[in-house]
């Protein structure tokens, strides 16, 4: 069965800071690969996924996701964080490219202290 | 921009009642998702639907039943509320001409007393 794993449930960073949030996944075939973000009361909007080709993809608002098959891991990234960037982050597996069953992290919540 | 909502934003139920969550999307997405919101549990899915009249279980269908009567609705329905299914629910639409991105409503905030 397929999981996926976020091993921070929380993160601080100061304004200005770079950020990076970590994913590892498990699944034994191709993996469709998505983060989430989860603003406050709100649902989850699409912040940038991965199907093949570069390993490095680009999201919205600077934020971009690498790629890395040795090591099962998708890790998300921004050079520089807001303090609109609290929120919660969903790192997202999905085994067909439809997206039909998506099966989520528990998601880390990101702290932007200015 | 994909749009759904659901209704209502927040319940208060009581154990044993019956309780209905309704999700509209008007983007014309084929498929439909119904999944909680627990801490520790990120989101699991309950049930979904691949068009209108059908519908599927998901990893976490007990206690629930689905009604998807038109493209642009579906349903979640607790037939008999207990305690364990308060949580916060999130209906998705996607697929078709959405492709693979999910999109999401607001939620809805129930509390089963």
């Known amino acids: 069965a397929q999981s996926v794993t976020q091993p921070d449930a929380r993160v601080t960073v100061s304004e200005g800071a770079s950020l990076q949030l970590r994913c590892k996944y498990s699944?034994?075939?191709?993996?469709?690969l998505f983060w989430y973000v989860q603003y406050p009361r709100q649902g989850l909007q699409l912040l940038l996924k991965y199907y093949s080709g570069d390993p490095v993809v680009q999201g919205v608002n600077g934020f971009e996701a690498e790629f890395s098959k040795s090591n099962s891991s998708f890790h998300l990234r921004k050079a520089s964080v807001h303090w609109s960037d609290s929120a919660v982050y969903f790192c997202?597996?999905?085994?067909?490219?439809?997206?039909?069953?998506?099966?989520f992290g528990i998601g880390t919540r990101v702290l932007v202290r200015p | 921009e994909a749009a759904v909502t659901q209704s209502p934003r927040n319940k208060v139920a009581v154990t044993g009642g019956k309780v209905t969550l309704s999700c509209n999307q008007t983007?014309?997405?084929?498929?439909m998702y119904w999944y909680r919101q627990d801490t520790g549990h990120g989101l699991r899915l309950i049930h979904y639907?691949?068009?209108?009249?059908?519908?599927e279980k998901g990893d976490i269908p007990d206690g629930y039943k689905a009604s998807r009567p038109s493209q642009e609705n579906f349903s979640l329905i607790l037939e008999l509320a207990t305690p364990s299914q308060t949580s916060v629910y999130f209906c998705a639409s996607g697929g078709g001409t959405g492709g693979n991105t999910q999109y999401f409503g607001p939620g809805t905030r129930l509390l089963v007393l």
């Open positions: 983007n014309n997405h084929n498929n």
């Open positions: 639907s691949y068009g209108a009249g059908s519908t």
């Open positions: 699944y034994s075939g191709t993996p469709y």
């Open positions: 997202v597996l999905s085994f067909n490219s439809a997206g039909n069953k998506l099966t």
